[in-house]
Structures are given as structure tokens and as C-alpha cells.
């Protein structure tokens, strides 16, 4: 863990990562072998290393992990990914990912008085509404994260719950 809070210091780092997990992917491509299942395990992988770095204490491994995540999350949300590989990962399984990881308990307890750290769950939380994925007992975590709190931190929470407010499903308002 001290090695990867290092490593993940350099702002660089998330665009060499992603620079060897495109040339992974590009590799795997020419594969023989079942390319659409190399290929998703190197996506999980990618994941699971941005998943690391949001678990470290290193503020700036965190920014940078959500940064790459919405790089990842953004042509779901606006062109439902229709340029990629049909080899590539889906919007479930993205889903379905982010929820088994526990995603939303890992980035709502640190850095929660920083409004940039919390704009930046802001694109998670709405793919996380988009799959359908995002449920009461999500909206009681972010809520309770604000329980009790510095005026930073509900200031923060209150403003990202108003965003998401126009996306909500009518559930979950």
C-alpha cells in the first residue's frame, strides 16, 4: 500500500496506466485465443487497479482513480458506448461492478469537505441512477455521510444531492 500512495503521487500515473491498459487491450485484440473474454479481464483489472487507488489515503491517488473512472463512465452516459469494441465491457457489468465493489461506501468517507473531490462522484452517482443501480439505501449513505458533520461537508453533500435531484427516479426522490 505505501508503494502504490507513491506511485499514485505523480498526476501522470493514470495516463501511463491507461496508455498499458489500451496496448493491453490492442495486444489482446490479435489474440487467438477468446478475445472478447481477454479482453473484458483486462477491463476488470483496470477496475480493480482504479479500486486500489480510491481504497489509499493518498488524496491525489484518489482524484486521479475517479478521474480515469469517468473517463471510463462518460461514453455510457452520453453515446451509450456504440463507438467501442463489442468485445469491450458493458454498462451492466460496469454497473453491476461498481455496486459489488461497494464503490459508493469506499468514496463517501474521505475528502468529503473538498468540493472537488465531491463534484467528482457526481458522474458515478448519475450512471449509477442511469443502470438503475443506485438505491434508498445509497441515497441514506450519502446522506448519513453529512450526519453530524463539518458545515463544509453538508454544504458539499447538500449541493451534489440538489444536482442529482433532476436524474433521480421518481422512486427515489
Request: charged share 30%; aromatic share 6%; proline share 2%.
Amino acid at each position: 500500500n505505501e508503494q502504490l500512495k507513491k506511485e499514485t503521487k505523480v498526476e501522470t500515473r493514470n495516463d501511463t496506466l491507461s496508455g498499458l491498459i489500451q496496448t493491453l487491450k490492442m495486444i489482446l485484440h490479435r489474440a487467438p485465443q477468446d478475445k472478447k473474454q481477454l479482453v473484458q479481464s483486462v477491463e476488470i483489472l483496470h477496475l480493480d487497479l482504479l479500486l486500489k487507488l480510491i481504497k489509499t489515503s493518498s488524496f491525489n491517488g484518489k482524484m486521479n482513480a475517479l478521474n480515469e473512472l469517468n473517463r471510463i463512465i462518460t461514453p455510457f452516459l452520453f453515446n451509450r458506448r456504440q463507438n467501442q469494441d463489442s468485445d469491450s465491457i458493458t454498462s451492466e457489468d460496469l454497473g453491476c461492478w461498481l455496486k459489488d465493489q461497494k464503490i459508493l461506501n469506499v468514496v463517501f468517507t474521505d475528502y468529503l469537505h473538498l468540493p472537488q473531490y465531491v463534484e467528482k462522484l457526481d458522474k458515478t452517482l448519475k450512471f449509477l441512477i442511469h443502470e438503475d443501480k443506485l438505491t434508498t439505501a445509497d441515497i441514506d449513505l450519502i446522506w448519513d455521510a453529512q450526519i453530524d458533520k463539518h458545515e463544509a461537508i453538508v454544504k458539499n453533500i447538500h449541493d451534489l444531492l440538489a444536482k442529482l435531484a433532476w436524474v433521480l427516479n421518481p422512486t427515489l426522490r
